[in-house]
């Protein structure tokens, strides 16, 4: 894994992905004022932003809402694997999910489906997932947590996305580029400027930030 100096804000506590999402959101997407926004696991800076942007429109869920209670802001509890059947379509302007994915003990690619349903017109997603090294590994196991986090670790990271079958697993959802490339968005010197290090300005990695809109289902 690439070293990471400084990852971390020390003042707002983002790490490359949130600050990549921040410069989608404030430069390409651009939500409009109250918009409705939906942010999953919410980050401190970027919930702050979301905040500014949708005011009393913000929605912040988790499956587990105590973990932000640091925050000062309200968490709904929300499974992705059985509330996001209760989302309403064409609802959110926005919804962010940033590593997510990968911890959920269902079918991920009906969550993303249904999710962009629940965008609006010209709503976006944006999201990002765990990518390490080629392969894409998926498992849903019948085990004891102890189990569990022997073989997945404590954070349970059920699945992981290859760099070489993005096209064969997220592809298959959204009509998106084969390739990725941060510096067709922005130049170099507000990526340096973010303190997003060049190995994460081309190429898939965990910190490659997906826009998607509901036009871009492909099912």
């Known amino acids: 894994m690439p070293k990471r100096p400084l990852a971390r804000c020390t003042t707002c506590r983002s790490l490359e992905r949130t600050r990549v999402a921040a410069l989608k959101i404030t430069q390409l997407v651009r939500p409009r004022p109250g ?30 809402p105590p973990r932000y209670a640091h925050l000062g802001i309200a968490v709904e509890p929300f499974d992705l ?29 009906v969550v993303l489906i249904r999710l962009a349903q629940a965008l609006s017109d010209e709503g976006a997603m944006l999201f990002s997932v765990p990518i390490v090294g080629d392969d894409f590994t998926d498992a849903i196991v019948d085990a004891s947590d102890e189990e569990k986090a022997a073989r997945f670790g404590a954070f349970r990271h059920y699945r992981h996305f290859g760099r070489k079958f993005i096209a064969e697993t997220l592809g298959m959802i959204f009509d998106m580029p084969s390739d990725y490339d941060l510096t067709r968005d922005f130049p170099p010197e507000v990526l340096r400027e973010a303190n997003i290090p060049e190995h994460h300005w081309r190429d898939f990695t965990g910190s490659s930030i997906f826009v998607v809109r509901r036009r871009d289902l492909r099912v």
Do not use: K, M, W
């Open 35 to 64: 918009a409705h926004v939906l942010h999953f696991a919410p980050e401190q800076g970027l919930s702050r932003l979301l905040r500014d942007i949708a005011g009393d429109n913000y929605r912040a869920v988790d499956i587990d």
């Open 81 to 109: 694997c059985r509330d996001v059947f209760t989302l309403p379509r064409g609802r959110y302007d926005l919804i962010v999910l940033n590593h997510v994915l990968e911890h959920i003990e269902c079918n991920y690619s």
